[in-house]
């Protein structure tokens, strides 16, 4: 099965800074990688699909890109509601897998 | 938006079988193919299983196979995964979330979540 890698492990911004987080794939995705925001006690809630589509309802300081092996979940001006861990998710084959998660923490 | 509604948390001991439901509403159950997930403390996401509730096709990650069964009731909008020959490694969260993509081939990702199952197993 294809593992996901993320990095880095804990992320520690301040809030209106900017957070990018990495995700890997030890294959290639093409484009077929998902973005989830889990908050503590909370479902993970889906961000991005085909590594650059806001799910709806999405803000748009949410923002995705890569393709093949190496994708980045960026976010532009964290706001206080943004504190939470995230996945990333590789759709391209089954059985689908996640990553480790990335923490964004309060600097 | 269809909303998933799940069972309440358990207690387990080992050697016993678990049965989570999850119900849809706002929205039918055969139009939504569900998969299950779970998440044990500190570790990540793990697909298990998929269902097509109206076909009733049920497809299962090979770590599960043979331990895991889901089904889905259309009648009632529910959702079921019950799970076998529970050990500790089993304690988890387990969630139920619609897929969108192509369910036959794999390549999906999960659009709408319930809020979870929390199980916890323990002699």
């Known amino acids: 099965e294809i593992v996901m890698t993320q990095s880095p492990a804990t992320l520690s911004v301040s809030p209106g800074e900017r957070a990018t987080l990495s995700c890997r794939g030890s294959q290639g995705l093409s484009t077929n990688l998902a973005w989830y925001q889990q908050k503590p006690g909370q479902a993970p809630r889906l961000l991005i699909h085909?590594?650059?589509n806001r799910a709806t309802g999405i803000p748009a300081r949410f923002s995705g890109s890569g393709s093949g092996t190496e994708f980045t979940l960026t976010i532009s001006s964290l706001q206080s509601e943004d504190f939470a861990i995230y996945y990333c998710q590789q759709y391209i084959e089954r059985p689908p897998t996640f990553g480790g998660g990335t923490k964004v923490e309060i600097k | 938006q269809v909303q998933l509604v799940q069972s309440g948390a358990e207690v387990k001991k080992p050697g016993s079988s678990m049965k989570v439901s999850c119900k849809a509403s706002?929205?039918?159950?055969?139009?939504?193919?569900i998969s299950w997930v779970r998440q044990a403390p500190g570790q990540r996401l793990e697909w298990m299983g998929r269902?097509?509730?109206?076909?009733?096709?049920?497809n299962y990650a090979q770590k599960f196979q043979g331990r895991v069964t889901i089904t889905a009731d259309t009648s009632t909008n529910t959702a079921y995964m019950e799970l076998s020959s529970l050990n500790s490694e089993d304690t988890a969260t387990y969630y139920c979330?619609?897929?969108?993509?192509?369910?036959?081939?794999?390549?999906?990702?999960?659009?709408?979540w319930g809020q979870g199952t929390r199980v916890t197993v323990s002699s």
């Open positions: 269902i097509v509730p109206i076909v009733g096709l049920a």
């Open positions: 085909g590594a650059s």
């Open positions: 979330a619609t897929l969108k993509g192509d369910y036959e081939s794999g390549s999906y990702f999960f659009d709408n």
């Open positions: 706002g929205g039918t159950l055969s139009s939504y193919p």
